[in-house]
DNA sequence: TCTTATTGCAGACTATAGTCTGTAGTCTAA
DNA sequence: TTAGACTACAGACTATAGTCTGCAATAAGA
């Protein structure tokens, strides 16, 4: 798994939803810098951070993982 | 999200392919007390470590989420 | 018994997830 | 020009993911 394929997924979430970083940071309670560092892939999130973000994004956290599963084809 | 829900399901998923703790950890290159820990719910994985975990057990990493939102509702 | 396989668990450690503060760059609208 | 919204990024920090060593407990089989 490519380290950076998850940050393009979140990236792509959340402009799809029209939302800031700084607004999904706090729709999930999580710091904006960090919300930045996981789009560029600096970051991996763990599992209780992945539920965060989707219930963030209205999403199924395994539709999450689904999409990153798909840009590693 | 539950913590120990993930450790659950690792543990169902490591017993029905009847491999040890310590079969496991060498298959996905982790530490055989890392797994023990995983499946107490003592840890929680990062999604990097959650697909090295997948690969081990032959199952798609969203497959794996999809059976821990399962065991939420 | 004894041995082997398996797992829990403690303790000390290293690596990285996640926070906080601040600065600078870009873009858009007034 | 300037002000506001957005984001990249640096640095220093705290919390937790993940490793390593070793010991104790249990169960199953010779």
Redesign the interface.
């Known amino acids: 798994?490519k380290?950076d394929l998850?940050g393009k997924v979140l990236q792509e979430m959340r402009k799809e939803r029209h939302l800031s970083q700084e607004k999904l940071a706090e729709l999930c309670e999580l710091d904006r810098t960090y919300i930045s560092l996981l789009e560029r892939g600096l970051r991996?999130?763990?599992?209780?951070t992945?539920?965060k973000l989707a219930a963030a994004l209205e999403i199924?956290?395994?539709?999450l993982?689904?999409r990153?599963?798909q840009k590693s084809d």
Do not use: D, G, R
């Open positions: 798994m380290a998850f991996q999130p763990t599992l209780a992945l539920f199924n956290p395994s539709e993982v689904v990153v599963e």
